[in-house]
């Protein structure tokens, strides 16, 4: 069991198994990402105290991290289901 445990920590960050588990990243990657987060929030605390109204910046996306662009959860229900129920919905035509 040891010998498995051994050399499954020492796979590869961005393999198969890392993207199983739901982060294919490396710790440079990780780095990078926060690094472009402090910049942008520097950047966003110096344009605001120059008097400016900057837009708050939005942190890189991380793995595992859920799609911020997907509202809502349509569960098990599959597209055509959900433009079917909102058609539905609709007036009817005069």
């Known amino acids: 069991m040891r010998q498995l445990r051994v050399?499954?920590?020492?796979?590869?960050?961005?393999?198969?198994?890392?993207?199983?588990?739901?982060?294919g990243w490396t710790d440079l990657e990780h780095l990078v990402a926060n690094v472009v987060d402090a910049v942008q929030g520097s950047a966003y605390s110096v344009v605001?105290?120059?008097?400016?109204?900057?837009?708050?910046?939005?942190?890189?996306?991380?793995?595992?991290?859920?799609?911020?662009?997907?509202?809502?959860?349509?569960?098990?229900?599959?597209?055509?289901?959900?433009?079917?129920y909102l058609d539905s919905l609709k007036p009817a035509a005069a």
Do not use: H, I, M, Y
């Not at 050399?7 to 982060?23: H, I, S």
């Not at 793995?63 to 809502?72: C, I």
């Open 7 to 23: 050399l499954v920590e020492q796979l590869p960050p961005t393999g198969a198994f890392a993207r199983a588990r739901g982060d």
């Open 48 to 84: 605001g105290a120059l008097g400016g109204k900057p837009k708050r910046p939005k942190p890189q996306q991380r793995p595992g991290d859920k799609d911020k662009s997907r509202l809502g959860d349509r569960g098990s229900r599959s597209t055509e289901d959900v433009l079917a």
